[in-house]
């Protein structure tokens, strides 16, 4: 039987409306209904009235890692050789429950070790367990001395496979065909990139250098999407920015450093940015022990990049919500925070919300089923008592949330039941 609700208000197609009835059947939004609160359904039954609240989408975060935490002392030296693949994994699963209780109904992993989160992916999808809908990355392809080489944390003559490393290696187009197989095999839904990289050149006093030849990153994007596969890729400016763009990649992450030409070449062609403001916004202006090197290089980041989402904006980029969670100071279930650091950048309230349902689904790939709140489309929904559009702070708030609704179940601690009345 189908389970009607009634709400105040509801951000619907990027605009508020009145009076809604919303009607749950089979995981998916049956009927909607513009009427009074009086009005009542002719089948199936009520179960809630929120008169005073406002329902949105489910949020998207489309940039995070979840075998990692967000704490600050995480050690990116010690952890890949002293911590187990299954605690890695229950990271991951804990990290996408933390996400769903906050209103992210689903998150895009993009890189994580020892595939933890192609593992909470895999029993959340089986429904032993609750937490975000994941669409899971894997690892990611990197090059050798690349930004996901874990061996650069680690001394000379260890074995890369006896390490919890983040990426595969490839260094030719050749090397980089067989990676994407690689990933594709392992089970990721995405495929992750490094386009351009910034820490080997950092003490050169330079901000970003290629990772990538433009023929490995044809050959990558070529056989991902003749595999169904989207590619997002890391990178900070560059020649190597035009060459992604020009191999079809669909989302490019960070996009600090990038020149007014290459924000119009990624909105003729459809390319998403995902800003990931987070780890600059949420993390302390200085930490001690940071080389002076890291320090200049991320006083730069903090000086553009509000400006640069601003330009990216104003050209006609779309741009979706990415946290960069389990980064350090950026904990999962805080998309909010990066929704606030976007309107900082000049993003309406409203942009900034639709850039976490609406624009972030069809990113990754669920536009047609996710992001909004229309008749077929999943029910992904979060009943709020304030209204974001009016200020995009109240989704920091967890108490703010009365209602989170997934695949038609509303949500309750980690427990899954069918919808009831509230």
Same mark, same amino acid.
């Given at each position: 039987?189908?389970?009607?609700?009634?709400?105040? +208000?509801?951000?619907?197609?990027?605009?508020?409306?009145?009076?809604?009835?919303?009607?749950?059947?089979?995981?998916?939004?049956?009927?909607?209904?513009?009427?009074?609160?009086?009005?009542?359904?002719?089948?199936?039954?009520?179960?809630?009235?929120?008169?005073?609240?406002?329902?949105?989408?489910?949020?998207?975060?489309?940039?995070?890692?979840?075998?990692?935490?967000?704490?600050?002392?995480?050690?990116?030296?010690?952890?890949?050789?002293?911590?187990?693949?299954?605690?890695?994994?229950?990271?991951?699963?804990?990290?996408?429950?933390?996400?769903? /209780?906050?209103?992210?109904?689903?998150?895009?992993?993009?890189?994580?070790?020892?595939?933890?989160?192609?593992?909470?992916?895999?029993?959340?999808?089986?429904?032993?367990?609750?937490?975000? $809908?994941? @669409?899971?990355?894997?690892?990611?392809?990197?090059?050798?001395?690349?930004?996901?080489?874990?061996?650069?944390? %680690?001394?000379?003559?260890?074995?890369?496979?006896?390490?919890?490393?983040?990426?595969?290696?490839?260094?030719?187009?050749?090397?980089?065909?067989?990676?994407?197989?690689?990933? @594709?095999?392992?089970?990721?839904?995405? %495929?992750?990139?490094?386009?351009?990289?910034?820490?080997?050149?950092?003490?050169?006093? !330079?901000?970003?250098?290629?990772?990538?030849?433009?023929?490995?990153?044809?050959?990558?994007?070529?056989?991902?999407?003749?595999?169904?596969? !989207?590619?997002?890729?890391?990178?900070?400016?560059?020649?190597?920015?035009?060459?992604?763009?020009?191999?079809?990649?669909?989302? /490019?992450?960070?996009?600090?450093?990038?020149?007014?030409?290459?924000?119009?070449?990624?909105?003729?062609?459809?390319? #998403?940015?995902?800003?990931?403001?987070?780890?600059?916004?949420?993390?302390?202006?200085?930490?001690?022990?940071?080389?002076?090197?890291?320090?200049?290089?991320?006083?730069?980041?903090?000086?553009?990049? #509000?400006?640069?989402?601003?330009?990216?904006?104003?050209?006609?980029? +779309? %741009?979706?919500?990415?946290?960069?969670?389990?980064?350090?100071?950026?904990?999962?279930?805080?998309?909010? #925070?990066?929704?606030?650091?976007?309107?900082?950048?000049?993003?309406?309230?409203?942009?900034?919300?639709?850039?976490?349902?609406?624009?972030?689904?069809?990113?990754?790939?669920?536009?047609?089923?996710?992001?909004?709140?229309?008749?077929?489309?999943?029910?992904? /929904?979060?009943? /709020? $008592?304030?209204?974001?559009?009016?200020?995009? !702070?109240?989704?920091?708030?967890?108490?703010? @949330?009365?209602?989170?609704?997934?695949?038609?179940?509303? @949500?309750?601690?980690? !427990?899954?039941?069918?919808?009831?009345? +509230?």
């Amino acid at each position: 039987m189908s389970k009607w609700f009634y709400t105040g +208000k509801a951000f619907i197609d990027g605009e508020v409306k009145k009076d809604v009835w919303i009607e749950i059947e089979n995981e998916r939004i049956q009927t909607i209904v513009y009427n009074d609160l009086d009005w009542e359904p002719n089948s199936g039954s009520v179960i809630a009235k929120f008169r005073n609240s406002i329902v949105i989408p489910g949020l998207i975060d489309t940039h995070v890692h979840l075998s990692h935490q967000g704490r600050p002392d995480e050690s990116w030296a010690l952890d890949p050789v002293t911590t187990q693949p299954g605690d890695l994994s229950l990271q991951a699963l804990e990290n996408a429950q933390k996400s769903l /209780l906050n209103g992210v109904t689903t998150v895009r992993d993009v890189g994580s070790r020892d595939f933890a989160d192609i593992c909470a992916r895999d029993v959340i999808n089986a429904g032993l367990f609750i937490g975000s $809908r994941i @669409i899971a990355g894997g690892h990611a392809i990197t090059t050798t001395a690349g930004h996901m080489d874990g061996s650069r944390y %680690i001394r000379n003559n260890i074995p890369y496979d006896s390490i919890a490393n983040m990426g595969v290696i490839a260094d030719t187009p050749e090397e980089a065909v067989k990676a994407v197989r690689q990933c @594709i095999l392992d089970g990721s839904d995405v %495929i992750k990139i490094n386009v351009s990289y910034s820490e080997p050149v950092r003490h050169f006093n !330079k901000t970003y250098a290629p990772e990538m030849t433009e023929a490995m990153l044809h050959a990558i994007c070529d056989f991902a999407h003749l595999n169904m596969r !989207k590619v997002v890729g890391h990178s900070h400016g560059g020649e190597a920015v035009d060459n992604a763009i020009e191999a079809g990649i669909d989302s /490019l992450e960070h996009g600090r450093f990038y020149t007014d030409k290459q924000f119009e070449k990624m909105a003729a062609k459809g390319t #998403y940015l995902t800003p990931t403001l987070s780890p600059e916004f949420r993390s302390p202006a200085k930490v001690p022990g940071r080389s002076s090197m890291s320090q200049a290089w991320l006083d730069n980041l903090r000086s553009i990049m #509000y400006d640069e989402v601003q330009r990216a904006s104003s050209i006609g980029v +779309k %741009i979706s919500t990415g946290s960069d969670a389990g980064m350090p100071y950026v904990p999962h279930g805080g998309v909010a #925070y990066e929704m606030e650091a976007l309107t900082r950048a000049g993003l309406s309230n409203k942009l900034a919300l639709l850039s976490a349902t609406k624009l972030a689904a069809e990113n990754v790939g669920m536009g047609d089923c996710a992001g909004d709140i229309k008749e077929g489309l999943l029910a992904d /929904l979060v009943v /709020l $008592r304030k209204d974001p559009i009016q200020d995009i !702070k109240v989704l920091q708030d967890k108490d703010n @949330i009365e209602m989170v609704i997934k695949d038609g179940h509303i @949500i309750t601690g980690f !427990k899954k039941t069918k919808i009831m009345e +509230k």
